[in-house]
């Protein structure tokens, strides 16, 4: 298995919804990452999770809350988000945190909050 | 810091026209190179990558060499298709124990019939 896996594909949600983001990979990565990509722009970096771990939180605000339950899991729960919010979700994971051979993404959920 | 720099687009191409896409960078250290493909409504997909100078990268048709000297990674098809269709991103990391890669903006190609 070499891929990662993200659920849903898709979502809509209210400014007052909660919500979960969902992503699972088996290839023994012990470095995951979320990364958010507005239209028309590179991916950029949220969190990165090493050993199940929170090791980088990159300024991103508290309605975004990441969760790693295991090795194979990295969820996103989103709360009270602003349509500013709405975007391309991307996860991806890496043997160990070091990008040297690069990373292997999922392939995201479109998130629009309305 | 790190960047990358490569070409604008949008670029528009027909079938079987060669493809260049320029990418030059600035890190610290030896970076590796990567470039990534987005189709339509997708994710990122690694389409090929290069860890030390003068390496060659290639996947699919698609090359690139890491040129240390004049630091780019241009990547490059000989007869691209309307399926190659896609945003194509160089990205860089800077080694060690740095975990981020660097994007460039993004190239859309359009490949005509």
């Known amino acids: 298995d070499t891929e990662v896996t993200q659920t849903p594909k898709h979502l809509v949600m209210g400014m007052t919804n909660k919500k979960s983001l969902k992503c699972e990979q088996h290839?023994?990565?012990?470095?995951m990452y979320w990364y958010k990509q507005k239209a028309k722009k590179p991916p950029e970096l949220m969190f990165v999770y090493s050993y199940e771990k929170l090791s980088i939180n990159e300024s991103v605000p508290s309605r975004f809350s990441p969760e790693c339950p295991n090795s194979s899991l990295l969820n996103l729960h989103l709360h009270a988000l602003q349509p500013e919010d709405s975007a391309l979700y991307l996860c991806a994971s890496s043997q160990v945190l070091t990008g040297t051979y690069g990373y292997t993404f999922g392939s995201g959920t479109r998130l629009t909050v309305v | 810091g790190d960047s990358v720099t490569q070409m604008e687009g949008p670029v528009t191409l027909s079938e079987e026209a060669f493809l260049t896409i320029n990418c030059t960078y600035t890190a610290t250290g030896y970076p590796s190179l990567f470039w990534y493909v987005q189709y339509p409504g997708e994710g990122l997909q690694l389409l090929l990558k290069a860890t030390k100078a003068d390496d060659k990268g290639s996947n699919k048709g698609f090359e690139a060499t890491y040129r240390k000297e004049t630091t780019s990674f241009h990547l490059e098809k000989g007869s691209v298709q309307v399926s190659d269709s896609a945003v194509y991103f160089c990205a860089l990391n800077s080694g060690g124990s740095n975990y981020k890669l660097t994007f460039g903006k993004g190239t859309l190609l359009t490949v005509n019939p």
């Open positions: 290839m023994g990565h012990r470095a």
